[in-house]
Protein backbone atom coordinates (compact mmCIF):
# COMPACT_ATOMS: atom_id res chain seq x y z
CA UNK A 1 0.00 0.00 0.00
CA UNK A 2 1.56 3.38 -0.71
CA UNK A 3 2.66 5.46 2.26
CA UNK A 4 1.47 8.48 2.65
CA UNK A 5 2.92 11.93 4.57
CA UNK A 6 0.35 14.50 6.67
CA UNK A 7 0.96 17.72 8.19
CA UNK A 8 1.74 16.45 12.29
CA UNK A 9 -0.47 19.28 13.42
CA UNK A 10 -2.77 22.13 12.44
CA UNK A 11 -4.45 24.91 13.93
CA UNK A 12 -7.33 27.53 12.73
CA UNK A 13 -9.43 28.91 14.12
CA UNK A 14 -13.78 28.45 14.20
CA UNK A 15 -15.47 29.66 10.82
CA UNK A 16 -12.63 29.55 9.14
CA UNK A 17 -11.61 26.67 5.83
CA UNK A 18 -9.11 24.29 6.73
CA UNK A 19 -6.96 22.26 3.79
CA UNK A 20 -5.28 19.21 4.77
CA UNK A 21 -2.81 17.74 2.38
CA UNK A 22 -1.92 14.53 2.21
CA UNK A 23 1.15 13.69 -0.10
CA UNK A 24 1.33 9.96 -1.47
CA UNK A 25 3.71 9.77 -4.33
CA UNK A 26 3.54 5.91 -4.72
CA UNK A 27 0.00 5.82 -5.18
CA UNK A 28 -0.80 3.13 -7.74
CA UNK A 29 -3.76 2.47 -10.40
CA UNK A 30 -6.27 0.97 -8.56
CA UNK A 31 -5.97 2.62 -5.18
CA UNK A 32 -8.34 5.27 -3.72
CA UNK A 33 -7.59 8.22 -1.11
CA UNK A 34 -9.72 7.81 1.68
CA UNK A 35 -9.85 10.46 5.13
CA UNK A 36 -11.07 9.20 8.45
CA UNK A 37 -11.29 11.31 11.33
CA UNK A 38 -10.92 10.41 14.89
CA UNK A 39 -11.90 12.29 18.35
CA UNK A 40 -10.64 11.13 21.33
CA UNK A 41 -11.24 7.70 22.80
CA UNK A 42 -13.34 6.81 19.95
CA UNK A 43 -13.06 5.16 16.70
CA UNK A 44 -12.31 6.82 13.52
CA UNK A 45 -15.11 7.83 11.41
CA UNK A 46 -15.18 7.54 7.76
CA UNK A 47 -15.57 11.27 5.69
CA UNK A 48 -14.73 10.98 2.33
CA UNK A 49 -13.26 8.51 -0.64
CA UNK A 50 -12.38 9.63 -4.38
CA UNK A 51 -10.42 8.53 -6.96
CA UNK A 52 -9.60 11.50 -8.58
CA UNK A 53 -10.73 14.99 -9.75
CA UNK A 54 -12.86 16.38 -6.67
CA UNK A 55 -15.06 14.65 -4.56
CA UNK A 56 -17.96 16.69 -2.33
CA UNK A 57 -20.40 15.27 0.42
CA UNK A 58 -22.38 17.14 3.32
CA UNK A 59 -19.10 17.08 5.22
CA UNK A 60 -15.58 17.89 3.79
CA UNK A 61 -14.13 17.90 -0.08
CA UNK A 62 -11.82 15.88 -1.61
CA UNK A 63 -9.68 17.68 -4.39
CA UNK A 64 -7.32 15.47 -6.07
CA UNK A 65 -5.32 16.34 -9.08
CA UNK A 66 -4.71 14.56 -12.45
CA UNK A 67 -1.44 13.07 -10.92
CA UNK A 68 -2.99 11.64 -7.98
CA UNK A 69 0.02 12.10 -5.67
CA UNK A 70 -1.45 14.34 -3.45
CA UNK A 71 -4.67 15.17 -2.30
CA UNK A 72 -6.71 17.78 -0.06
CA UNK A 73 -9.40 17.62 2.52
CA UNK A 74 -11.36 20.43 2.51
CA UNK A 75 -13.44 21.60 5.61
CA UNK A 76 -15.33 24.63 5.37
CA UNK A 77 -16.04 26.56 8.27
CA UNK A 78 -14.37 24.50 10.63
CA UNK A 79 -16.23 24.72 14.30
CA UNK A 80 -14.48 23.69 17.93
CA UNK A 81 -16.27 20.14 17.62
CA UNK A 82 -13.50 19.62 14.31
CA UNK A 83 -10.95 19.08 17.02
CA UNK A 84 -9.78 15.71 16.09
CA UNK A 85 -7.30 13.57 13.92
CA UNK A 86 -7.32 12.77 9.97
CA UNK A 87 -6.17 10.46 8.67
CA UNK A 88 -5.53 9.91 5.46
CA UNK A 89 -5.29 6.17 3.35
CA UNK A 90 -4.41 5.21 0.03
CA UNK A 91 -5.88 1.78 -0.84
CA UNK A 92 -7.78 -0.71 -3.44
CA UNK A 93 -11.28 -0.56 -2.48
CA UNK A 94 -11.66 -4.01 -1.34
CA UNK A 95 -8.71 -4.46 0.98
CA UNK A 96 -9.53 -5.25 4.40
CA UNK A 97 -6.10 -4.01 5.54
CA UNK A 98 -6.80 -0.42 6.43
CA UNK A 99 -2.74 1.61 6.44
CA UNK A 100 -3.01 4.42 9.08
CA UNK A 101 -0.27 7.10 9.43
CA UNK A 102 0.38 9.05 12.25
CA UNK A 103 -2.73 11.23 10.83
CA UNK A 104 -3.06 15.31 11.48
CA UNK A 105 -4.02 16.46 14.72
CA UNK A 106 -6.56 19.60 13.57
CA UNK A 107 -6.83 21.74 16.86
CA UNK A 108 -9.62 24.63 16.48
CA UNK A 109 -9.87 27.66 18.53
CA UNK A 110 -12.99 29.93 18.99
CA UNK B 1 -29.67 1.08 13.88
CA UNK B 2 -26.70 0.16 16.52
CA UNK B 3 -23.61 1.29 15.24
CA UNK B 4 -20.49 -1.14 16.25
CA UNK B 5 -20.26 -2.39 19.78
CA UNK B 6 -17.52 -3.48 22.03
CA UNK B 7 -17.13 -4.35 25.14
CA UNK B 8 -15.56 -4.00 27.33
CA UNK B 9 -14.86 -0.38 27.42
CA UNK B 10 -12.15 -0.30 30.11
CA UNK B 11 -10.10 -3.35 30.99
CA UNK B 12 -6.62 -3.82 33.44
CA UNK B 13 -5.14 -7.06 33.49
CA UNK B 14 -2.28 -8.34 34.43
CA UNK B 15 1.51 -9.47 32.81
CA UNK B 16 1.29 -13.01 31.52
CA UNK B 17 -2.61 -13.03 31.68
CA UNK B 18 -5.41 -13.83 28.84
CA UNK B 19 -7.82 -11.31 27.76
CA UNK B 20 -11.30 -11.42 25.79
CA UNK B 21 -12.49 -8.68 23.78
CA UNK B 22 -16.05 -8.51 22.31
CA UNK B 23 -17.17 -6.87 19.21
CA UNK B 24 -20.71 -6.88 17.44
CA UNK B 25 -20.71 -5.48 14.23
CA UNK B 26 -22.81 -3.11 12.53
CA UNK B 27 -26.35 -4.68 11.86
CA UNK B 28 -25.76 -6.11 8.20
CA UNK B 29 -22.39 -6.25 8.35
CA UNK B 30 -20.78 -9.68 7.72
CA UNK B 31 -16.80 -8.66 7.87
CA UNK B 32 -15.41 -7.68 11.02
CA UNK B 33 -11.34 -6.58 11.42
CA UNK B 34 -9.47 -5.52 14.60
CA UNK B 35 -6.98 -2.80 15.10
CA UNK B 36 -4.99 -1.80 17.50
CA UNK B 37 -4.16 1.76 18.66
CA UNK B 38 -1.07 2.67 20.79
CA UNK B 39 -1.24 6.20 22.33
CA UNK B 40 -0.48 8.80 20.02
CA UNK B 41 -0.45 6.62 16.31
CA UNK B 42 -2.74 5.23 14.04
CA UNK B 43 -4.42 2.58 14.55
CA UNK B 44 -2.79 -1.00 13.32
CA UNK B 45 -4.05 -3.96 11.38
CA UNK B 46 -4.54 -7.50 13.90
CA UNK B 47 -6.69 -9.40 11.41
CA UNK B 48 -10.06 -10.03 9.66
CA UNK B 49 -12.69 -12.26 9.58
CA UNK B 50 -14.93 -12.79 7.17
CA UNK B 51 -17.39 -16.07 6.67
CA UNK B 52 -15.76 -17.00 10.33
CA UNK B 53 -12.62 -17.85 8.89
CA UNK B 54 -9.53 -15.37 9.34
CA UNK B 55 -9.19 -13.91 6.15
CA UNK B 56 -6.02 -11.21 6.43
CA UNK B 57 -3.43 -10.53 9.05
CA UNK B 58 -1.34 -7.83 10.16
CA UNK B 59 2.43 -8.23 11.87
CA UNK B 60 1.11 -9.36 14.90
CA UNK B 61 2.12 -12.47 16.85
CA UNK B 62 0.28 -15.53 17.23
CA UNK B 63 -0.54 -14.46 20.88
CA UNK B 64 -3.24 -12.71 19.35
CA UNK B 65 -6.08 -15.20 17.99
CA UNK B 66 -9.49 -14.42 16.83
CA UNK B 67 -13.04 -15.39 16.02
CA UNK B 68 -16.07 -15.23 14.75
CA UNK B 69 -19.65 -16.32 15.54
CA UNK B 70 -22.22 -17.00 13.05
CA UNK B 71 -24.19 -14.00 13.73
CA UNK B 72 -20.94 -12.10 12.63
CA UNK B 73 -19.67 -11.20 16.69
CA UNK B 74 -15.87 -11.26 16.89
CA UNK B 75 -13.86 -12.17 19.60
CA UNK B 76 -10.31 -11.13 19.89
CA UNK B 77 -8.22 -13.10 22.15
CA UNK B 78 -4.97 -12.19 23.23
CA UNK B 79 -2.48 -14.53 25.84
CA UNK B 80 0.35 -13.70 27.63
CA UNK B 81 -0.05 -10.18 27.66
CA UNK B 82 3.17 -8.06 27.74
CA UNK B 83 3.23 -4.13 28.87
CA UNK B 84 3.14 -3.29 25.02
CA UNK B 85 -0.12 -4.76 24.56
CA UNK B 86 -1.11 -1.72 26.68
CA UNK B 87 -3.34 0.49 23.70
CA UNK B 88 -6.85 1.31 22.61
CA UNK B 89 -8.19 -1.88 20.62
CA UNK B 90 -10.65 -1.05 17.82
CA UNK B 91 -13.40 -3.63 15.79
CA UNK B 92 -14.28 -2.08 12.58
CA UNK B 93 -17.21 -3.41 10.60
CA UNK B 94 -19.04 -3.60 6.79
CA UNK B 95 -20.79 -5.28 4.48
CA UNK B 96 -18.72 -7.13 2.15
CA UNK B 97 -20.21 -5.59 -0.92
CA UNK B 98 -20.85 -2.46 -0.34
CA UNK B 99 -17.65 -0.81 1.59
CA UNK B 100 -17.00 0.92 -1.32
CA UNK B 101 -18.43 4.44 -0.83
CA UNK B 102 -19.27 4.59 2.73
CA UNK B 103 -15.68 2.98 4.32
CA UNK B 104 -15.77 1.34 7.56
CA UNK B 105 -17.54 1.34 10.58
CA UNK B 106 -15.59 1.26 13.76
CA UNK B 107 -16.36 1.16 17.34
CA UNK B 108 -15.39 3.23 20.34
CA UNK B 109 -12.92 0.66 21.02
CA UNK B 110 -11.31 -1.13 24.40
CA UNK B 111 -8.87 0.35 26.18
CA UNK B 112 -6.49 -2.40 27.88
CA UNK B 113 -4.00 -1.64 30.06
CA UNK B 114 -1.64 -3.98 31.06
CA UNK B 115 0.24 -3.75 34.63
Known amino acids: LAKTTQPISMDSYEGQEVNITCSHNNIATNDYITWYQQFPSQGPRFIIQGYKTKVTNEVASLFIPADRKSSTLSLPRVSLSDTAVYYC???????????FGTGTRLQVFP | DAGVTQSPTHLIKTRGQQVTLRCSPK?????VSWYQQALGQGPQFIFQYYEEEERQRGNFPDRFSGHQFPNYSSELNVNALLLGDSALYLC??????????????FGSGTRLTVV
Open chain 2, 92 to 105: ASRHSRLAYNYGYT
Open chain 1, 89 to 99: LVGRLETDKLI
Open chain 2, 27 to 31: SGHDT
